[in-house]
């Protein structure tokens, strides 16, 4: 049975960081593309990143690259979402997904998957 758990969500202040964890359970993670997308209160779903298994290549998307960084510990079974200056506007749930299969759908995150975790709230305050 496939099974994503996300963790490190919280409340943080505009400027600062947390670091997502998504902890996979019925399968090897190592073995597949893992992605984070993220739904905000009236807000329509929104892909953030995604890493490939093969070559680990990552995708962001606009919103938020350069200050978000995806990351993969194989020996862990876990993927993580670093997430530096935070904004308001990444006020969200989190959550992780997988399509099992190995490489990321195109070169911009997607936001629907086959498979995903319970999520976790990020809320950024001002």
């Known amino acids: 049975q496939v099974e994503l758990v996300e963790s490190g969500g919280g409340l943080v202040q505009s400027g600062g960081s947390l670091r997502l964890s998504c902890a996979a359970s019925g399968f090897t993670l190592d073995r597949y593309g893992i992605g984070w997308f993220r739904q905000a209160p009236g807000k329509e779903r929104e892909g953030i990143s995604c890493?490939?298994?093969?070559?680990?290549?990552?995708n962001y998307a606009d919103s938020v690259k350069g200050r978000f960084t995806i990351s993969r510990d194989n020996a862990k079974n876990k993927v993580y979402l670093q997430m530096n200056s935070l904004k308001p506007e990444d006020t969200a749930v989190y959550y992780c997904?997988?399509?099992?299969?190995?490489?990321?759908?195109?070169?911009?995150?997607?936001?629907?998957?086959?498979?995903r975790g319970q999520g976790t709230q990020v809320t950024v305050s001002s």
């Open positions: 890493i490939s298994a093969s070559d680990g290549t990552t």
């Open positions: 997904a997988t399509d099992l299969v190995r490489y990321c759908t195109g070169s911009y995150p997607v936001a629907n998957y086959e498979y």
